[in-house]
């Protein structure tokens, strides 16, 4: 269905995206300690407008659903913060207080939305906080709501939440934020030719980051708990929008959160910025197991993103769109790709019955191209199957050779030009892109990529396609997308695993630097009664670990603390620990160590 087609006289998600209005903040910007600006809730006011030739009316219209603020009221008892962030904050009235869900992205708009519903509902105390799934939008303000030194308030997540919520940062976390900023938009300027939103929401908060351990797991999906006497029922689905991820049921209120397993967008299989790829089958089996357990239950849906949908038949039918557009994409999808498409091949070809191309089920911020591809990915891997595409030349090899063979960088920009104003920009940005990579300096190709990338973006419906081009367009023109959000913080580090301490070390090892060099160290970590052996050889930081005390010798033992670990790895030498061997062995090690450019280039060489 053609944005042309789709029915904008249908206002039912205007509707819905006003209901249960209470407040708004007084002051709509949000700052930090220091006075910077962590989020404008007015910033997107210009969406009120009619939407310009610089955007998808499609899009526009769903980021200004999605610029919606304020405190909103779900249920009886159950409001939610919309609007001062990427992600919404539910809270739920108890008896004696009130149980938090969700608490944003930063500690400043998880602050300033507690204070706006305490202004309008009373001083009640948090009695509790839970977590739907391990992305940080939904944990990273959660000091905001239960200070240092409270230690008297559960705070519930599904079990495995603590590992996935730190391990994006210990792997590929430079490279997804990196890629992050691209994909949200976060250095575009905020008006109808940049940044107007990011599909699940307007954006994230460039605050403080934040993490509050749990200390109740949901294990099993049936599990209920009693919070300040409020009773919930879990059900936990793993592997679908989180590794973590958790659905459940107020049966009192007859209300239902969906976490962000059914929000109002085709979300993610991969996420453009990078992660492990999602399985689209069990997501929908989950929800399929949802619309069962919950059957007949619940009066109103609602999750971590957009607004609610009341009413217990459209609240069936919304989650059956949202089931079957998942299982329609895995099934064809591998249908197709056991015909010999491949993923490419399949995005062109595949098409969605008009009833999953509802308004629900548009792509802004997942889409049906890439997520197919990701889908082909999760069972088929980066290979095709063409034996030509499996030794190409890297990006610029590979420009240089089509420059050259196009006669030169003046020819193929022109010819990129050409391909422009006879509007296949597809194929203009990959001549463009090739001219860009042979000669990275070029004025001429460089901003002949940039315009067809503006108009690339300023044409999509996907919200996070749109940022991308954007930011690529402007970083062409000479402006650096810089890092938004600081994912460094003493509660994240202390969440780490030893082993994972360890992997944050070996993925930093310069591997040729230190393919001569031996080491062993030993870490015996007094707190956990464990100790882990390390040895360096052929380039390669690896471990294994055993009750105890060390039983191996090794070039270094360091009898300490998980505290006291971080400050070594940290760089705060070895004071106050317990050593014998060898110190300059940590020194060897350190001196391996790379250090990841959160800035790398992107569109460029």
């Given at each position: 269905?053609s944005?042309?087609?789709?029915?904008?006289?249908?206002?039912?998600?205007?509707?819905?995206?006003?209901r249960?209005?209470?407040?708004?903040?007084?002051d709509?910007?949000?700052?930090?300690?220091?006075?910077?600006?962590?989020?404008?809730?007015?910033?997107?006011?210009?969406?009120?407008?009619?939407?310009?030739?610089?955007?998808?009316?499609s899009?526009?219209?769903?980021?200004?659903?999605?610029?919606?603020?304020?405190?909103?009221?779900?249920?009886?008892?159950?409001?939610?913060?919309?609007?001062?962030?990427?992600?919404?904050?539910?809270?739920?009235?108890?008896?004696?207080?009130?149980?938090?869900?969700?608490?944003?992205?930063s500690?400043?708009?998880?602050?300033?939305?507690?204070?706006?519903?305490r202004?309008?509902?009373?001083?009640?105390p948090?009695?509790a906080?839970?977590?739907?799934?391990s992305?940080?939008?939904?944990f990273?303000?959660?000091?905001?709501?239960?200070?240092?030194?409270?230690?008297?308030?559960?705070?519930?997540?599904?079990?495995?939440?603590?590992?996935?919520?730190?391990?994006?940062?210990?792997?590929?976390?430079?490279?997804?934020?990196?890629r992050?900023?691209?994909?949200?938009?976060?250095?575009?300027?905020q008006?109808?030719?940049?940044?107007?939103g990011c599909?699940?929401?307007?954006a994230?908060a460039?605050?403080?980051?934040?993490?509050?351990?749990?200390?109740?797991?949901?294990?099993?999906?049936?599990?209920?708990?009693?919070?300040d006497?409020?009773r919930?029922v879990?059900q936990?689905?793993?592997?679908?929008?989180?590794?973590s991820?958790?659905?459940?049921?107020?049966p009192?209120?007859r209300?239902?959160?969906?976490?962000?397993?059914?929000?109002?967008?085709?979300?993610?299989?991969?996420?453009l910025?990078?992660?492990?790829v999602?399985?689209?089958r069990?997501?929908?089996?989950y929800?399929?197991?949802?619309?069962?357990?919950?059957?007949?239950?619940?009066d109103?849906?609602?999750?971590s993103?957009?607004?609610?949908?009341?009413?217990?038949?459209?609240?069936?039918?919304?989650?059956?769109?949202?089931?079957?557009?998942y299982?329609?994409?895995h099934?064809q999808?591998?249908?197709?790709?056991n015909?010999?498409?491949?993923?490419p091949?399949?995005?062109?070809?595949?098409?969605?019955?008009?009833?999953?191309?509802?308004?629900a089920?548009?792509?802004?911020y997942?889409?049906?191209?890439?997520?197919?591809?990701?889908?082909?990915?999760?069972?088929?891997g980066?290979?095709?199957?063409?034996?030509?595409?499996?030794?190409?030349?890297?990006?610029?090899?590979?420009?240089?050779?089509?420059?050259a063979?196009?006669g030169?960088?003046?020819?193929i920009?022109?010819?990129?030009?050409?391909?422009?104003?006879?509007?296949?920009l597809?194929?203009?940005?990959?001549?463009l892109?090739?001219?860009v990579?042979?000669?990275?300096?070029?004025?001429?190709?460089r901003?002949?990529?940039?315009?067809?990338?503006?108009?690339?973006?300023?044409?999509?419906?996907?919200?996070?396609?749109?940022?991308?081009?954007?930011?690529?367009?402007?970083?062409?023109?000479?402006?650096?997308?810089?890092?938004?959000?600081?994912?460094?913080?003493?509660?994240?580090a202390?969440?780490?695993?030893?082993?994972?301490?360890?992997?944050?070390?070996?993925?930093?090892?310069?591997?040729?630097r230190?393919?001569?060099?031996?080491?062993?160290?030993?870490?015996?970590?007094?707190?956990q009664d464990?100790?882990?052996?390390?040895?360096?050889?052929?380039?390669?930081?690896?471990?294994?670990?055993?009750?105890?005390?060390?039983?191996?010798?090794?070039?270094?033992?360091?009898?300490?603390?998980k505290p006291?670990?971080?400050?070594?790895?940290?760089?705060?030498?070895?004071d106050?620990?317990?050593t014998?061997?060898d110190?300059?062995?940590?020194?060897?090690?350190v001196?391996?160590?790379?250090?990841?450019?959160?800035?790398?280039?992107?569109?460029?060489?």
């Amino acid at each position: 269905m053609s944005v042309a087609d789709l029915p904008f006289e249908d206002t039912t998600d205007d509707h819905n995206a006003d209901r249960g209005f209470v407040a708004g903040l007084k002051d709509p910007v949000i700052k930090d300690e220091s006075g910077k600006t962590v989020f404008d809730a007015d910033a997107y006011a210009f969406l009120d407008a009619e939407c310009p030739d610089t955007a998808n009316p499609s899009l526009w219209r769903q980021s200004r659903l999605c610029a919606r603020s304020g405190l909103y009221e779900v249920a009886e008892g159950i409001y939610q913060i919309r609007g001062l962030d990427i992600s919404n904050m539910t809270l739920v009235e108890g008896d004696t207080g009130v149980i938090v869900i969700d608490p944003l992205m930063s500690m400043e708009t998880a602050a300033a939305g507690l204070a706006l519903y305490r202004d309008q509902r009373g001083d009640r105390p948090v009695t509790a906080m839970i977590y739907t799934h391990s992305h940080g939008d939904h944990f990273g303000g959660s000091r905001a709501i239960v200070p240092h030194g409270v230690t008297d308030i559960p705070v519930i997540a599904p079990s495995g939440f603590l590992e996935h919520a730190v391990a994006e940062n210990v792997y590929a976390g430079n490279a997804m934020g990196r890629r992050g900023v691209y994909m949200y938009g976060a250095r575009l300027p905020q008006d109808p030719a940049g940044q107007i939103g990011c599909g699940l929401g307007t954006a994230t908060a460039l605050g403080t980051i934040s993490l509050v351990a749990p200390t109740h797991d949901i294990t099993r999906t049936g599990q209920e708990m009693t919070l300040d006497g409020v009773r919930i029922v879990f059900q936990l689905t793993p592997g679908t929008e989180a590794p973590s991820e958790m659905n459940f049921l107020f049966p009192d209120r007859r209300a239902l959160c969906m976490a962000e397993n059914a929000t109002h967008t085709l979300h993610n299989v991969l996420t453009l910025r990078g992660a492990v790829v999602r399985d689209a089958r069990i997501w929908a089996h989950y929800i399929t197991e949802a619309l069962v357990m919950f059957e007949g239950q619940a009066d109103v849906v609602f999750a971590s993103h957009h607004w609610p949908t009341w009413g217990e038949r459209e609240l069936t039918d919304f989650l059956t769109t949202q089931r079957d557009l998942y299982a329609y994409l895995h099934d064809q999808t591998l249908r197709m790709l056991n015909k010999g498409l491949t993923g490419p091949e399949i995005a062109e070809e595949i098409t969605l019955p008009p009833a999953l191309e509802a308004w629900a089920a548009r792509g802004y911020y997942g889409s049906v191209s890439h997520n197919v591809k990701a889908i082909y990915q999760r069972y088929m891997g980066w290979f095709d199957g063409n034996p030509a595409h499996l030794w190409e030349h890297p990006p610029t090899e590979l420009a240089k050779r089509f420059t050259a063979d196009y006669g030169g960088i003046e020819a193929i920009v022109a010819k990129g030009r050409q391909y422009a104003e006879d509007d296949d920009l597809r194929f203009a940005a990959t001549l463009l892109n090739h001219a860009v990579f042979a000669e990275p300096t070029h004025s001429g190709a460089r901003e002949a990529l940039a315009a067809v990338y503006d108009r690339l973006g300023h044409g999509a419906e996907n919200a996070t396609w749109r940022n991308f081009y954007l930011t690529g367009a402007m970083e062409l023109r000479g402006t650096l997308a810089t890092a938004g959000v600081d994912l460094t913080n003493p509660e994240i580090a202390l969440a780490l695993t030893v082993d994972q301490l360890i992997d944050t070390l070996a993925i930093r090892i310069d591997g040729p630097r230190a393919w001569d060099t031996t080491l062993t160290m030993n870490w015996h970590l007094a707190d956990q009664d464990r100790t882990w052996h390390l040895g360096l050889s052929n380039g390669a930081l690896t471990y294994r670990t055993s009750r105890g005390a060390p039983t191996i010798d090794a070039d270094l033992t360091l009898t300490l603390t998980k505290p006291q670990l971080l400050g070594v790895i940290a760089g705060q030498g070895l004071d106050d620990i317990d050593t014998a061997g060898d110190p300059r062995t940590l020194e060897r090690l350190v001196g391996l160590l790379d250090t990841a450019d959160p800035n790398f280039p992107i569109i460029t060489p």
